[in-house]
């Protein structure tokens, strides 16, 4: 099959094509071949395409504190024009010759209030806390009033393999540890962290099984940070004793809200069949 990426370069995206290149053509539309989500005029290149079938949309400012820096300058500022205004052009040049579209979205969405050991499914409705998560929603809503056939997957604190254009957290902290720099951890808030191949292979079965609507793409294993910063230096065998302990509220003091239980389920790709590994396998695969 013949895939369209936009933003396929990144962390994630080349992650897809390295391990899916033999079952589909992958060409990924960016800036280096004149594409910008955020000018309709350079997407003629998809509005007049009839071999590509579907097109995965990654390209997003997926910055977080970035992104609450643009909040002020509303429609106006980076975020909302790549992941709003540039989700609603690629949408509409899709629509031209009615191409599948998957949009990567994030765990962000939700704002993390249910008690921790509860977890975030599908049917959750979203409610988005920073300016990252709103324009990603926001992307999302787009894209299920489309009109297209559509998967939206959400994805949560991907890592991988080596990628040396960009640390994943799971390199940033080992990095920190190896140079025996400190890390202040926290206790009191649980995210899902999400091996790369998984998601591409999960992808793979969604797109050959002609899925639609939305599905959760995340790991087998919800934790607090400071329980995965000690499990990386285990993993790494780096020196635990340079891990010390804080609280959400005082590592993100002057940032981006960030959501307390990000406990995602992934019950929905698993009746696909897909087996997402937990935090422990998936460090064991990256050494």
């Given amino acids: 099959m013949k895939i369209f990426t936009v933003g396929g370069s990144g962390m994630v995206g080349s992650r897809f094509v390295e391990l899916l290149h033999d079952k589909h053509t992958f060409d990924d539309l960016s800036l280096t ?22 097109l995965i949309h990654l390209a997003a400012k997926a910055d977080v504190d970035g992104c609450e820096k643009d909040k002020e300058l509303g429609e106006d500022g980076p975020a909302y024009k790549i992941n709003v205004g540039g989700t609603q052009n690629v949408v509409d040049a899709c629509r031209a010759t009615n191409k599948k579209i998957i949009y990567i979205s994030t765990d962000f969405v939700f704002d993390g209030k249910k008690p921790a050991g509860e977890s975030y499914s599908e049917t959750d409705e979203p409610n988005p806390i920073n300016w990252y998560a709103r324009t990603k929603y926001l992307g999302e809503e787009i894209v299920k009033n489309s009109g297209l056939p559509y998967l939206i997957v959400r994805i949560a604190f991907p890592y991988r393999r080596e990628f040396e254009i ?8 080992a990095d920190r540890l190896k140079n025996n720099l400190p890390i202040a951890a926290i206790t009191d808030q649980y995210f899902t962290p999400t091996f790369i191949d998984d998601i591409a292979l999960a992808i793979d079965t969604l797109i050959q099984s002609n899925q639609t609507g939305i599905y959760h793409v995340v790991g087998n294993q919800s934790l607090t940070p400071f329980d995965a910063s000690m499990l990386i230096a285990k993993q790494f065998g780096l020196d635990t004793n340079l891990i010390s302990t804080t609280t959400g509220d005082e590592f993100f003091k002057g940032r981006a809200p960030r959501p307390f239980n990000l406990s995602i389920n992934n019950d929905k790709i698993e009746q696909l069949g897909v087996v997402m590994h937990n935090f422990e396998e998936g460090l064991q695969k990256i050494i």
Avoid: Q, S
């Avoid at 071949?33 to 579907?54: C, F, K, S, W, Y």
């Avoid at 960009?166 to 902290?173: E, L, N, T, Y």
């Fill in 33 to 54: 071949n004149g594409v910008d989500i955020t000018d309709p005029a350079t997407l003629d290149v998809i509005r007049n395409d009839t071999e590509h079938e579907i």
């Fill in 166 to 173: 960009k640390k994943d957290f799971v390199r940033a902290i």
